[in-house]
Each structure stands twice: as structure tokens, then as C-alpha cells.
């Protein structure tokens, strides 16, 4: 499937998908407050789950249609 750069505009802009970004804001907010306070166990997986959130919410669509290029060649 062929993604053009104004599907994937419409869709950042899509109110599910702002609703989604919300969620994920909110829930790394709430990780990082774990962080600070000294209540996690694992912190390194807890710092890959947030930057990966944070990845996610800042997804541009060359990033995507470069991310699909690469899973091509594999």
C-alpha cells in the first residue's frame, strides 16, 4: 500500500489520532514522574518505552516512507 504525504497528514490530524498522541503524551508524562520519584524497577525499559512514545509523536511522514523503504529491502 502506497501512502501519499496528504493521507498521512489527514491522518495526524484526524481526532483519533489526536486522541491517541494525547494518551501517549499523558502516559509518558506519568513514566517520567515514575522515573523522578525512584519507582521503577527496570529503568532502562522504562526510557525505551518512553522514547519510543516520543518517536511516535513526533512521526514525520519521511521518516515513515523511509522506514518502509528499508523493510523492503529485507
Known amino acids: 500500500m502506497v501512502l501519499t504525504e496528504q493521507e498521512f497528514l489527514e491522518w ?3 481526532p483519533a489520532t489526536k486522541t491517541l498522541i494525547k494518551a501517549l503524551r499523558n502516559d509518558r508524562e506519568f513514566m517520567k514522574e515514575q522515573l523522578c520519584r525512584g519507582q521503577v524497577e527496570n ?10 512514545i516520543l518517536n511516535l509523536m513526533d ?3 519521511q521518516d515513515l516512507v523511509e522506514g518502509a523503504r528499508d523493510d523492503a529491502k529485507y
Open 12 to 14: 495526524k490530524e484526524h
Open 59 to 61: 512521526l514525520k511522514y
Open 43 to 52: 529503568e532502562e525499559e522504562l526510557r525505551g518505552r518512553c522514547n519510543a
